[in-house]
């Protein structure tokens, strides 16, 4: 999911594309449930998420949320 992931900050340059590893940061991702966790944040506030992978299922909701 990682190479559509960066793909994607790349088709969508007006948005921000911000990549955690939660081995390297446990503390910020102490919430995570599942990998890969998607979320989406539209004036500070998280208006979407989804878990597991896809790159079909990520193009769609990036361009939803874009």
Same mark, same amino acid.
């Given at each position: 999911?990682?190479?559509?992931?960066?793909n994607l900050?790349?088709d969508?340059?007006?948005?921000l594309?911000i990549?955690?590893d939660?081995?390297?940061?446990?503390?910020?991702t &102490?919430d995570? +449930?599942?990998t890969p966790?998607f979320?989406?944040?539209?004036?500070?506030e998280?208006?979407d998420?989804?878990?597991?992978a896809?790159?079909?299922? &990520?193009?769609? +909701?990036v361009?939803?949320?874009?």
């Amino acid at each position: 999911m990682l190479p559509t992931f960066c793909n994607l900050s790349n088709d969508y340059p007006d948005s921000l594309f911000i990549y955690t590893d939660i081995d390297e940061c446990p503390d910020e991702t &102490l919430d995570v +449930r599942y990998t890969p966790t998607f979320r989406f944040f539209r004036g500070g506030e998280k208006v979407d998420e989804f878990y597991g992978a896809g790159p079909q299922r &990520l193009r769609d +909701r990036v361009w939803l949320q874009s």
